[in-house]
């Protein structure tokens, strides 16, 4: 059996998701808190590779002593995990629950569907308990504004071919991604969300469409221009790549339940 746990963590404490030499990242720090809690090296498996930066609202890793385990190794109480391991983490990540799972089941290849959301302060004020959590644009987005995002946003739902809405640098093999939702919306006076869920998504994709969309808010792109960028697969069409402060994956779904446990 795997150990599968959920994760949340502040992404500006971070340098991504992957574990690099000499840098705090979530895979590095999770490793070395399993290692003391379970007492083996471990290896941590994440769903999802985030950038420096990225924040997690739900993110699934697996946890398995290094060179292969038996039933039983953890001796921890599933419900009581959460607890061993937060005990030994720093204050920007935390565990919030716990589930034993097969040996067959994978975090990120078994994914689903991911939800993405970006938050953008409008503020005309810079918000210093947002900085870092938020992309502040101090440039209010008027109503008529938002219902531009909302056009623009419309035309990414369905199964298309995303490569100009993809950073240099990825070798994936396919950029198709079917895109299930996206929608914009006011959640306080000076915050709006975008989220967008989808099967898988590209490397830099939401940040380079939410740039897009407040380019749409601002007359930059025309929301009807969407379909047509989308078709072209030239990155150059697209607008710029917003922060990474802004981003939170939300939401990973398998086609299991997984019912974790935090007692």
Excluded at 230 to 250: K, N
């Amino acid at each position: 059996m795997k150990l599968v746990i959920k994760v949340r963590y502040n992404g500006a404490a971070f340098n991504g998701s992957q574990v690099q030499p000499g840098v705090p990242t979530v895979q590095g720090v999770l490793t070395d808190a399993a290692r003391t809690v379970f007492g083996y090296d471990c290896d941590v498996t994440g769903c999802s590779r985030t950038d420096a930066g990225v924040h997690a609202l739900c993110y699934i890793a697996t946890v398995v002593p290094r060179g292969g385990h038996e039933d039983g190794w953890c001796t921890v109480p599933v419900g009581k995990i959460h607890r061993a391991l937060n005990a030994v983490l720093p204050d920007a990540i935390s565990v919030t629950g716990a589930a034993e799972i097969d040996d067959r089941f994978h975090p990120r290849y078994d994914v689903l569907e991911k939800e993405y959301i970006y938050k953008i302060y409008d503020g005309v004020t810079r918000d210093p308990f947002l900085v870092g959590r938020a992309w502040q644009i101090n440039r209010k987005l008027t109503d008529d504004r938002i219902v531009r995002m909302r056009a623009a946003a419309g035309k990414l739902i369905g199964r298309h071919d995303f490569a100009c809405f993809m950073a240099s640098g990825s070798s994936v093999r396919s950029t198709v991604r079917t895109v299930t939702s996206a929608e914009v919306a006011r959640t306080s006076p000076d915050l709006v969300e975008f989220s967008i869920k989808a099967d898988g998504f590209l490397y830099n994709m939401v940040r380079i469409i939410t740039g897009t969309l407040v380019d749409t808010a601002f007359d930059r792109i025309d929301p009807e221009d969407i379909p047509g960028i989308i078709d072209s697969r030239d990155r150059t069409l697209a607008g710029h790549t917003a922060p990474a402060a802004g981003l939170y994956l939300a939401d990973v779904q398998y086609g299991r339940k997984i019912v974790f446990e935090a007692e």
